[in-house]
């Protein structure tokens, strides 16, 4: 008898993940957060309640063989997000029972095979939500409420004795701080490089003339490498803060915030140029011309008309620079800038794993919120114009 595959992708995320499930470590126990932990296996974990996780795993081998059609596809996102929750509750489950055996020293953390069991649940619940339906908005949400009961788990203090969750707890102070650096930096580099992006793209689409040379000098300093353009700028500000004291007394100096954000802008200057640019061609010439016949000016042409049709594409770049500053921010702590990438650098001197993830994973976060946001602002201006 021969089964047929009717959804590939599925079955081919639920091979990975039963490969990672069961030859992988689910966890890892380790004396303290700077020895190496013992690995802890899946199927010594699997008695009693947790016998459960096995349920959304057969539900999707099933799925695996039906049609993708959009029942199916919410019967996939249910069982992604239970095998999501059931692995976040294992993983919380097993860390308190190895904490009240060992001490207060010893850390839990996810093995390999946990994380790719939570990642591989995530990429099946995404690709059943892009098969449920074509709004945007609406896979947004659903994605939400595949992981909101995964959170509600993290709220619940269900998982406060794994390593990375004491960490936090550890520094909580310092991860407030970094969070709002790391925002501040974000903040700081939108504004500027909308107030120059933007007027260089409008001067970019009504004169080829200045076309050529202003990609030509964003390219460049778009082949620049960060780490070198941030060292570039540290003379230059140093120099201009010794010699206006003004500066100097609102925090611009050689290291710190100031060039990061000098740099992080400029980085951002090409994709919002090209997107300003890309988003006004794309209006068509029948629509302006319209649009004069209707005795319109200029202004009110670019306003009214250029503006409006031009958004969407102008949004999504936009929406590159921000995910591209929050993860180009990280960098910026080697200059004193702050932010998460202080607390990753530090994990890193210090060898601590768990210190870089607590720096890492909410960088990841930020930037898929970020992403979503403008995602978000795209479909309704999609929905508003139907």
Known sequence: MIIAVKNRVLLTLLILLLLAAFGLPFLSY?????????????????????????????????????????????????????????????????????????????????????????????????????????????????????????????????????????????????????????????????????????????????????QTPIFSTLNIIQTVPSIALFGLLIAPLAGLATAVPWLAEHGVSGIGMAPAIVALVLYALLPLVRSVVAGLQSVPASVIESARGMGLTRGQIFFRVQLPLALPLFLTGVRILAVQTVGMAVVAALIGAGGFGAIVFQGLLSSALDLVLLGVIPVIVMAVIVDSLFKFMVSLLEVSRR
């Open 30 to 210: 380790a004396p303290n957060r700077l020895l190496s932990g013992k690995p802890i296996s899946l199927i010594s974990l699997l008695h009693g309640p947790a016998l459960w996780l096995l349920a959304p795993m057969l539900v999707l081998a099933a799925l695996s063989l039906l049609a993708p059609n959009r029942r199916n596809a919410l019967l996939t996102a249910l069982a992604a997000s239970a095998l999501l929750t059931l692995a976040f509750w294992l993983s919380g489950h097993a860390a308190q029972q190895l904490a009240q055996d060992g001490s207060k020293l010893a850390r839990t953390s996810w093995g390999s095979g946990c994380w790719l069991i939570l990642a591989l649940s995530l990429l099946m619940a995404a690709d059943a939500m892009t098969r449920l339906t074509a709004s945007h908005l609406w896979r947004i949400l659903g994605n939400l409420l595949v992981v909101l009961p995964a959170v509600a788990l993290l709220f619940g203090h269900q998982l406060d004795q794994l390593s990375l969750l004491k960490e936090y707890y550890n520094r909580q102070d310092v991860f407030d701080a970094a969070l709002l650096q790391h925002l501040t930096i974000l903040l700081a580099t939108l504004v500027p490089a909308l107030l120059i992006g933007v007027p260089l793209g409008v001067l970019c689409f009504r004169s080829r003339r200045w």
